[in-house]
């Protein structure tokens, strides 16, 4: 019975390697976005935010700008990228209106422990308890990549919350995080040297926090220079819009966001490194309170509906099945396995990870 057991096992080991080596992808491109919510994911603007003057200063444009008839044509004209592109020729979950969701495992509702789940594929809600900027215990899918022969030395981080430094432990880790006020010191090039001057010239909003397209174009540089195979990269100002409660400063956020994701794509599109061989997954950390007209500023345990959350695929690997519309529960934790398996590498962790997305692959 045991050598039965042992070749069936076996058999499923090759039949798991088999499906890995069919995936195209030799490179995987993370990106989250801050407190984005899924209801304008999915939805636009929403109507009881957008014309309320105490989340928006000219109620008037911003209507102009981003409010349609339907949800549909609300949803492309906010995100034009995501559902022009993304939507046609890659997958989207997280639509709770059609039954289909996708949530977080962590209980705490909010940026290091959805960050943490992102990235090791578990949720910990002993250790990972607050903001602060203390070194992570947990290991990481990016940490796991880094130490794989081919990967080495080609795995990082450009992110715009000041603490990823602690959240991916780079001192352990050795994944290189350049966040928040960092500048690019390493022979840089003359357009890194203009956004070293440009960061330090432009108002400081948001404290140690950069402005997102600082950092967009900080790791576009860095792609063009060293062609890395893995790259996470984190925006953060749909979420310090809306603790700011200013919904329409939110909107733009999400608005210009996507447009970083279109020029970030066509830009893979053109190089032979990237072009069909690199799968994008967008996702973010948390979602945000949704009962009374204010919640919509906060997150965390106490703020019903902030564990909702929504994934999005782009990649030679994932079928254009568009919008899931079918009845299913997702989990953050499952995005760290998904980012391994699209590059045919089984991402284990000291503790039980969540299951890749096996939808996004192609079958």
């Excluded at 990235?119 to 308890?129: C, H, R, V």
């Excluded at 690997?317 to 997702?330: A, F, I, R, V, Y």
Aim: aromatic share 12%.
């Amino acid at each position: 019975m045991k050598k039965i057991f042992s070749f069936i096992l076996f058999l499923l080991t090759l039949q798991s390697a088999a499906a890995q080596q069919k995936t195209k992808t030799e490179n995987v491109i993370l990106i989250t976005l801050d407190g984005m919510r899924w209801q304008e994911v999915f939805q636009g603007a929403e109507k009881r935010l957008i014309a309320n003057k105490a989340f928006v200063g000219d109620t008037t444009a911003l209507k102009k700008k981003f409010w349609q008839g339907t949800p549909e044509s609300r949803r492309e004209v906010l995100m034009p990228f995501f559902w022009n592109v993304i939507a046609k020729q890659g997958q989207l979950y997280g639509n709770r209106t059609l039954g289909n969701k996708v949530n977080t495992m962590n209980k705490m509702w909010f940026s290091y422990p959805g960050y943490n789940e992102i990235l090791t594929g578990f949720a910990d809600d002993e250790k990972i308890t607050s903001n602060d900027p203390n070194d992570n215990p947990n290991k990481n899918v990016l940490e796991f990549l880094n130490q794989q022969k081919e990967y080495k030395g080609k795995v990082v981080a450009f992110t715009s919350w000041e603490t990823f430094p602690w959240i991916i432990n780079t001192k352990r880790s050795g994944v290189p995080v350049n966040a928040g006020l960092m500048r690019a010191e390493s022979n840089p090039t003359e357009s890194e040297k203009l956004l070293n001057e440009l960061m330090v010239q432009q108002p400081n909003i948001t404290g140690g926090t950069r402005i997102d397209a600082l950092t967009f174009h900080y790791a576009l540089e860095y792609l063009k220079k060293n062609k890395p195979r893995v790259l996470f990269m984190s925006f953060d100002e749909t979420d310090h819009w809306a603790h700011e409660g200013e919904y329409d400063k939110y909107l733009n956020a999400a608005n210009y966001s996507d447009g970083f994701v279109r020029t970030l794509w066509e830009w893979l599109q053109s190089q032979p490194h990237y072009k069909d061989q690199t799968t994008l997954i967008l996702t973010t950390d948390h979602g945000r309170g949704q009962v009374n007209d204010e919640d919509w500023k906060h997150h965390g345990s106490k703020m019903p509906f902030a564990d909702e959350i929504w994934f999005a695929f782009l990649g030679p690997d994932t079928p254009p099945t568009g919008e899931m519309k079918s009845s299913q529960q997702l989990y953050q934790s499952q995005v760290a396995k998904t980012m391994a398996d699209f590059l045919r590498l089984n991402y284990t962790n000291d503790r039980k990870v969540g299951d890749a997305v096996s939808t996004a692959f192609a079958k």
